[in-house]
């Protein structure tokens, strides 16, 4: 059972557009939200996170929007570009019942953006 | 400052093998974690550890998988006897303090096949 989704395998653009990532969850105790970025043969990069009591955070070309009522946050790239090729990994955390925090990770988005 | 480092990148072994994987931690954090990442369930947390502590290792598949982290600095995750379907990419990462929204630091991760 997939607490956090991203429905959407892969996403392709024309360089200079805007890339919009989505990411679903299901649990209403995640409270703190972030978005990674991998390329092939590397480990995951923190890239910008949220917390619940936010609805957007930007960061240069990215912002991140939340939608709690909606349990729904997005990942917008402007203006995308090449080397923003990648897969996009969206993660939730929220204390469990130990009182520790752990990321629950969505399958993540293949990026591409075309020159 | 270096990263969190991961050795070996490659392991190729037979089915029935002893399997140790290695993670040094970036200095300073006290959480490490262990993931493994395949193409049907994505990231998935196998074990996390807090100052040294397993705290949760409810990710770990079954009693042939074990970890260890004997100090603040090294860790190890080993699989006995392997099988096939243990062949993933398994990440290490580590973070400054458990219970925090501080974002976990991955290493480049171990491409592990077994024949």
């Known amino acids: 059972d997939q607490q956090v989704k991203q429905n959407s395998p892969s996403l392709s653009v024309q360089e200079g557009r805007i890339s919009i990532l989505n990411c679903d969850y299901t649990?209403?105790?995640?409270?703190?939200f972030l978005w990674y970025k991998k390329y092939p043969a590397e480990g995951p990069t923190f890239l910008i996170s949220?917390?619940?009591i936010k609805d957007k955070n930007e960061d240069g070309r990215f912002t991140v929007f939340l939608n709690k009522s909606a349990k729904h946050l997005s990942l917008h790239i402007v203006p995308s570009q090449p080397g923003d090729s990648a897969v996009y990994f969206c993660?939730?955390?929220?204390?469990?019942?130990?009182?520790?925090?752990?990321?629950?990770w969505g399958l993540g988005t293949s990026l591409g953006v075309n020159p | 400052d270096a990263g969190v480092i991961q050795s070996p990148r490659h392991e190729v072994t037979e089915m029935g093998q002893e399997v140790t994987l290695r993670c040094k931690p970036i200095?300073?954090?006290?959480?490490l974690f262990w993931y493994r990442q395949t193409m049907m369930r994505g990231l998935e947390l196998l074990i996390y550890?807090?100052?040294?502590?397993?705290?949760?290792d409810s990710g770990m598949p079954e009693d042939r998988f074990s970890a260890k982290m004997p100090n603040a600095s090294f860790s190890t995750l080993k699989i006995q006897p392997s099988e096939p379907r243990d062949s993933a990419v398994y990440f290490c990462?580590?973070?400054?303090?458990?219970?925090?929204?501080?974002?976990?630091?991955f290493g480049d991760g171990t491409r592990l096949s077994i024949l």
């Open positions: 990462a580590s973070r400054p303090r458990d219970s925090s929204n501080q974002p976990q630091h």
């Open positions: 200095s300073g954090h006290n959480s």
């Open positions: 550890f807090n100052n040294n502590v397993p705290i949760d």
């Open positions: 649990n209403s105790m995640f409270d703190y």
């Open positions: 949220i917390s619940s």
């Open positions: 993660a939730a955390s929220g204390y469990n019942a130990g009182n520790n925090r752990k990321l629950i």
